[in-house]
């Protein structure tokens, strides 16, 4: 009971996010609309998309991208539309170009750089058991003399 | 080599803290500007005086002017006003856009702390301002005599920005015009 409390307190803030109500001609538009302002950042905060944030200017893009799916823009044009604005920040995920190669590139590189240093690892691993090996065997050999066993020598 | 490969964290931490070093002198929330070097966006809107007759980008072409994006809900316009003033008795020639405002409002601070725009756009609904990417007033364009955007300053242009960033530019602008 009281973790179903807890829950639906979780939920109440989607409840609140979800108050404005757009309309649309076409309901197609919605998951499009809800898309778009889920992947489009807020220009004045820094850590929020445009569904999320209640600034005015969030309030102002949402609008303007409801009229331009309302016009049949494409989300490419519409993602066009803003970047000519307010530059490459407003794009939650940004194009591939030379500024964003790096951190597109970096989980490839990482993997690769894994790759690589596991491989070194492996190579360096095997000798040292054999050297491991080795050592027992003369620790064996001096138990034995010690011992003074002659049969069962290794 | 070995030893060497012994150092290649240490090299990688150095280099890391190098990047973080040099990201904490740049402000996150200035976003760059992609109209410098363009023209400023056509527009047809009202004017903060009189809702007839609408005024345009045309009305301010030929001339070296400052866009200066402000309200009167906007804090930071308060502390910038008097150095506005400032360069309006210089000279300087200011075209306001009053953003997302009221009329009535608009007005009584003009005559209250007095104007120094040579005239205001009435933009209500904030849509120069989106074709501008304005996310915060105040800020301030510095546009040429062929109505490209030279200068894009977000926040207050107070002295030591305009003589960092505008003056110069400002200066060789007028006096390429003559």
Partial sequence: MRLAALLALCFSALVFAGAEVVEFSDESLRSRYQDLVEELRCPKCQNQNLADSNSPISKDLRREIQRMLEEKMSDREIKDYLKSRYSEFILYRPEVNKNTWLLWGSPV?????????????????????????????????????????????? | ??????????????????????????????????????????????????????????????????????????????????????????GVKIIGLNYKDQRAEAQAWLAERGNPYRFNIFDAQGQLGIDLGVYGAPETFLVDASGIVRHRRVGVVDERVWNTEFRALYEQLIGSEQ
């Fill in chain 2, 1 to 90: 080599m070995n030893r060497l490969a012994l150092f290649v964290p240490l090299a990688l931490f150095a280099g890391l803290s190098l990047v973080l070093l040099l990201g904490l002198d740049k402000d996150p929330t200035e976003l760059p500007s992609v109209l410098v070097g363009q023209p400023f966006p056509a527009f047809n809107l009202p004017s903060l005086m009189a809702e007839q007759p609408f005024v345009t980008e045309q009305d301010f072409k030929g001339d070296v002017v400052l866009v200066n994006v402000w309200a009167t809900w906007c804090f930071a316009c308060r502390v910038e006003h008097p150095m506005l003033n400032e360069l309006s008795a210089q």
């Fill in chain 1, 109 to 154: 590189l990482v993997v690769l750089l894994g790759g690589l240093i596991l491989a070194r690892l492996r190579r360096q691993a095997k000798p040292m058991v054999a050297k491991g090996r080795d050592t027992m065997a003369n620790d064996q050999r001096r138990l034995n003399a010690m011992l003074g066993d002659e049969d069962n020598r290794p």
